[in-house]
């Protein structure tokens, strides 16, 4: 038993960079998204055979985006570690980096390793959009080649942060499409713009202000770098105030027709999650306060999917 244990450490090991390569962690989080979109729309729970081939397709199209992202950025990943060696960013309490940052960046996986675990996983992604629906593949598609796009923004434009916010609505718009191939306008407007500003707010600007100074020694065109700290936060609390507003919008316009009590818990966690910790980094302009608003607005999806799953329970 003790030696079959020790065979698998060397294999679990790999998985483990493979798994931060995809940041696996926080992906895992994100993957609430494309059902939040779905029990919206439908006001209830799916089809097991839908919810099941969802689950699937939706793992691994998380894993194979965020593997791509490092694949796509790696040099520059690189150009990164090297500056900041030696120096103390607080790593252990960000999220991203629960695994280990940028492990291809770091020499702990090869380029061709990197490439095959990404493809294989969109691969199984591109199966599943179609057997859901067609469209979705589309969906994923897109989702990657504005990704391929972001990374190449790094030093062009600031206005990259929109770029990133369009990949991470691809998620509940496929869960949408998976449910109803033809939604309604409004409710998809609504929702792709909720999870776009909470990614701006709550995801992008406090990842970028984490590697500000790295940022800055490579000319990067980043919203804290182009517009400085304390717009950067008033952005981020801006757009994270316009996806709370939104997401008590959608709960209010789904199906589901949430009683008033589910509503507050939406506001109240929208603002334990979101705004609470986006007022500290206004007030007090710390990467330490950038961080934690990081990896408390992480949580967010799978706080409405609790709260979905809570209103669809209160039906039954």
Not at 117 to 141: K, R
Not at 152 to 177: D, H, I, S, Y
């Amino acid at each position: 038993m003790a030696d079959s244990i020790r065979s698998a450490l060397p294999v679990l090991s790999r998985l483990r960079l493979f798994l931060a390569l995809s940041r696996t962690l926080h992906g895992s989080l994100d993957m609430a998204a494309p059902f939040v979109g779905a029990l919206l729309c439908l006001g209830g729970l799916p089809s097991l055979r839908v919810g099941l081939i969802g689950a699937g397709t939706i793992f691994a199209g998380y894993t194979a985006v965020y593997a791509l992202n490092d694949l796509l950025g790696y040099r520059l990943d690189r150009d990164k570690l090297r500056l900041q060696f030696g120096k103390d960013r607080g790593d252990r309490a960000y999220l991203d980096a629960a695994l280990m940052r940028h492990p291809l960046a770091q020499g702990a996986l090869s380029f061709e390793e990197a490439l095959l675990w990404t493809l294989f996983w969109a691969i199984c992604a591109v199966i599943g959009a179609w057997i859901l629906n067609p469209l979705c593949i589309a969906v994923f598609l897109g989702a990657s080649l504005l990704e391929a796009l972001y990374c190449q923004l790094f030093k062009v434009t600031p206005l990259r942060t929109l770029v990133n916010g369009a990949v991470k609505t691809a998620g509940p718009l496929a869960g949408v499409l998976a449910v109803d191939p033809s939604p309604s306008p409004t409710f998809l407007g609504l929702l792709l713009g909720c999870f776009l500003l909470w990614e701006v707010g709550g995801q992008n600007i406090p990842a970028d202000w984490s590697d500000l100074e790295t940022d800055r020694s490579l000319s990067a065109r980043t919203i804290p770098v182009v517009f400085g700290k304390k717009t950067a936060a008033r952005i981020s609390l801006l757009s994270l105030v316009g996806a709370l507003l939104a997401s008590l919008i959608l709960f209010a316009l789904s199906p589901l027709a949430a009683p008033w009590w589910i509503l507050l818990l939406v506001a109240g966690i929208g603002c334990l999650l979101l705004l609470v910790p986006a007022i500290r980094l206004l007030l007090y302009i710390r990467i330490e306060d950038a961080m934690h608003l990081f990896n408390r607005a992480s949580l967010w999806p799978l706080s409405l999917l609790f709260a979905l799953l809570l209103g669809i329970l209160t039906q039954v």
